[in-house]
């Protein structure tokens, strides 16, 4: 510059358009008017209440299929005791009749014709219970239960991908 002329220095702006992954209202902006930004930089927040509601929603779903899952597997648990107890009272009836059967039979006066009738019919209500718990299990089995404990598993799955996906954004 020698100071006879006058320099005229040209600044250039560049409007950028700034588009978000997702919509929403702006919070809190982090920049102000024309200044300088670099790559990465934040430039502001979107409000995210609604987000966070959606995953405590999900999150709250997920808690809730789980409990449910974990209500179906103990009545699948509790209807398997019931089989176990009405198998050992069975086998414990049928024992008791062969014995006392064995003892009327050889003669014994121990034992009356009565006591093994009231012990043939104990054995006949015992392998009735029995089979009404097989039959109660097995319906659970592949009924409804297993088919509650699979699709809420399923919906467990899906609540706890929504979650992730929300807490990403």
């Not at 990465?40 to 999900?58: H, I, K, M, W």
């Not at 104990?122 to 089995?141: H, Y």
């Not at 699979?150 to 929504?162: N, S, Y």
């Amino acid at each position: 510059r020698d100071g006879s002329r006058p320099v005229w220095i040209a600044m250039l702006f560049r409007t950028i358009s700034i588009l978000p992954d997702r919509g929403g209202r702006v919070a809190e902006v982090y920049v102000g008017m024309n200044q300088h930004v670099t790559a990465g930089q934040p430039l502001f927040r979107l409000d995210s209440t609604e987000q966070e509601a959606a995953v405590q929603t999900a999150t709250s779903r997920v808690v809730e299929v789980e409990a449910a899952i974990v209500v179906a597997e103990s009545e699948l648990a509790g209807a398997d005791a019931v089989i176990r107890q009405a198998q050992s009272a069975y086998q414990q009836a049928l024992d008791e009749l062969q014995t006392k059967e064995e003892l009327l039979a050889k003669g014994s006066g121990t034992v009356t014709e009565r006591e093994v009738e009231r012990l043939r019919v104990a054995l006949d209500d015992a392998r009735t219970k029995f089979i009404l718990a097989q039959q109660n299990f097995e319906k659970m089995k592949r009924g409804s239960r297993i088919e509650e404990i699979e699709a809420a598993r399923a919906k467990r799955d899906l609540a706890v991908a929504q979650v992730e996906a929300m807490q990403k954004k």
